[in-house]
Structure formats: C-alpha cells, structure tokens
C-alpha cells in the first residue's frame, strides 16, 4: 500500500511538472503560423484577412525578439510574411491534418482563446493524457515494477510533444488509444480510431495501413481488406480535398530545396537526389546524439520483439511491437526526417506496448 501512496504523490509532481514546463516553455514554431492561417482560411476568411490576421495576432503574443525571428529569419519566412499567396500556397502542406484544424477551431470556439493557444493546450492536455496512460498501466504492478512509467514517460519524449505546437501530441494520444484497443482485440474499435488518427497525420498510413493487416494472421481476410480500403479512401480523400501536391514536390521543398511558393512547383522525381538525401540523413542521424535515440530505440524494438517473438512469448503483443517499429523505418524511407518528433507518434505507442512484456500474463490487458 506504501508503494501505492509514493507512486500517486509521484505521479502529481510529474503531471504538475509536464504543465509547469509546457506552459512556459512552448515553441511557437513556424508551423504554428501555417496552421493557424488554414483555420483561417477554412472559416472562410480571404487569403489577405486570414494572412494579417495571422501574423497581427503572433505579435500580440510573442516578443518582438522571437516574432522577428518567425516572421524574417531568412528568406523564405520573410517571403510569407510579405505575400499572403506565398503563404495560402504552402497550404496543402497544412490543411493536410482536418482533424486537427477542426480541433483548432474547436478549442478557439468554445474557450474564445487564439489558434496559438489552442495549439498550446491541445499539446499540453494531450501530453499529460499520455503521461496518465502510462501510469494506469503501470500503477497496479507490484513492487518497483510500478514506478517504471515514469522513466518511460521521459524516455518517450512525452514532455517534447506537449511543448510543441503541431499536431504530433494529439496524434500520439487517438493512435495510442487504437493500439490499446488492439491489444485487447477489439479490432473494430481499434481500426476506427486508426481511421481517425489519420486526419491528424496522413502520414500515419504507413503504421495503420500494416496493422490493419493483422487481421490475416486469423484468417480473417474479409477485414484485412476492409481496413486497406478504408485507411486508403482517408488518405486519397484528405490528399485530393485540398489538391495537395504530391509526395516527391512536398520531399523535395522539405528536404532539400525550400520554395516560397509551391503553386505551380512540380518537380520531376529524381532517384539520385532521392537516394543523397536518404543517405545523408541516415549518415546524419547515426551520427548525432540529438537524433539517433528515436533510431536506436526502434532498432531495439524491433530486434527485442523479433526475437521474443521467435521463442514464442507474449505473440501479440511482440507482433504488434514489431509491426509499429518496422513502420517507423518504412515512414523514414519514404520521408527521410532526422527529427524525432514525426516519429513519436508511432514511437511512442511501440514503448507502450512492448513495456507489457514485462507483465504477467494475467496483469496484462491482451489477456482479456
């Protein structure tokens, strides 16, 4: 009962001390600016009012010193800030995540608060939601066992996500809830809020897309295919609803040439630039201490769950575990980011779900 009473009191100080540090140390990042004008623009303001209304309301929350830093620092920002169709056209970038512009709206409509802000609490409440997930799944352990979701929440880089001003935090919480869902097997609920973690980030077919297969594994085919059709409608819906402009133009002004303006910007697909650019990135990534822990831990993953998996313990859950590490390495070839941040929300259910091979059989929720 000891134990019981020191985890609770622990779990306050570290729910009160993600708060503390996601309030006053979020990033008002680029992005939250992109994001903020596709609100706009879907409330159905003009490209001019929802630009100055934009950057007229980042002003009236920042410091001069940072919204210069996001309005000027370097050309292509100081390109945005000086043509509203500069920025309406990276806009399919943007308006890629319907659920979260419509969460944005959401937050705004009910609270009367900016975009900006709305982002801010929608990372905050999202990363303490993970943080108590974690600490359910943890707080009926016994002994020290009980107490490890604390390392893992920090591990996880839980804190990071509710920092940031990006749809990541809120992805990581609707996909973690499918992954619970999954491990208990009830397969219908899981695959909808696959569905759904995909209007957050589309990019998250990749891991949907081959956990939605698992149904096969049963024999179950009938929803296998199900799955593929569904998560591909959503995908093709989203991309062709907001006339995006393709994988390898997105690639490219991401990651090796940033344009001001991608209306008419149609590059033809290069392998070679392709091939340096997943290269370099690799080589980049390995070697640097600030990105390689998301590597090393999938790679960890992946090699634990394989080989739990060859001896034939805890099938489900390993099988799951792979799945999501394999995705993670499919979604870094297919879009070659060092930044952890577009993977954790793959990553960190994979932490989730492997931790349960610590557990008995009968504590565990894929033994229901």
């Known amino acids: 009962m000891i134990f019981r009473i020191i985890n609770l009191i622990l779990a306050l100080f570290v729910f ?54 996001l309005c000027c620092s370097g050309q292509y920002r100081q390109d945005q800030y000086s ?25 705004k409509g009910l609270t009367g608060i900016s975009e900006y802000q709305s982002m801010k609490y929608i990372s905050l409440v999202s990363s303490l939601i993970l943080a108590f997930i974690f600490f359910i799944a943890f707080f009926w352990q016994k002994g020290l066992l009980q107490f490890l979701w604390i390392p ?21 919480v609707v996909f973690i809830g499918s992954i619970y869902f999954l491990l208990r097997k009830s397969l219908y609920i899981s695959f909808l809020l696959m569905g759904l973690a995909l209007t957050f980030r589309p990019d998250m077919i990749v891991a949907a897309g081959l956990l ?14 199900i799955n593929s059709v569904l998560f591909l409608s959503i995908y093709f819906l989203i991309s062709t609803s907001i006339d995006h402009n393709g994988w390898w133009s ?19 697909f290069d392998l070679n630039k392709y091939k340096e650019i997943l290269l370099g990135n690799l080589n980049w990534l390995l070697n640097d201490m600030n990105y390689i822990t998301w590597f090393a831990t999938t790679f960890i993953i992946l090699i634990a ?19 999501l590490a394999l995705s993670i390495f499919v979604k870094f070839l297919i879009f070659p980011k060092v930044d952890a941040r577009v993977y954790l929300a793959i990553l960190v259910p994979a932490i989730y779900v ?6 008995s059989h009968k504590e565990r929720i894929d033994s229901t």
């Open 250 to 268: 997105h690639f490219y002004t991401s990651l090796v040439s940033t344009q001001s303006n991608l209306d008419t910007f149609n590059p033809v």
């Open 152 to 172: 893992l929440v920090f591990f996880s880089q839980i804190l990071f996500l509710g920092k940031l001003m990006t749809p990541d935090a809120v992805t990581t």
């Open 212 to 225: 939605g297969l698992l149904p096969a594994l049963d024999k179950n085919y009938r929803m296998a295919i």
């Open 305 to 323: 769950s394989s080989y739990l998996l060859s001896e034939q313990k805890n099938s489900w859950i390993n099988i799951i575990s792979v799945v």
């Open 354 to 359: 492997f931790s349960f091979n610590l557990f």
């Open 16 to 69: 009160g001390f993600i708060y503390q540090k996601a309030v006053t140390q979020s990033f008002y990042n680029w992005d939250a600016i992109a994001y903020t004008m596709a609100v706009q623009l879907d409330e159905g303001k003009t490209t001019e009012e929802a630009h100055e209304y934009t950057y007229k309301t980042l002003e009236s929350e920042v410091d001069p010193g940072l919204f210069n830093a």
């Open 83 to 107: 043509s509203p169709d500069n920025l309406k056209s990276m806009m399919p970038m943007y308006a890629l995540k319907p659920g979260y512009i419509l969460l944005i709206r959401a937050v």
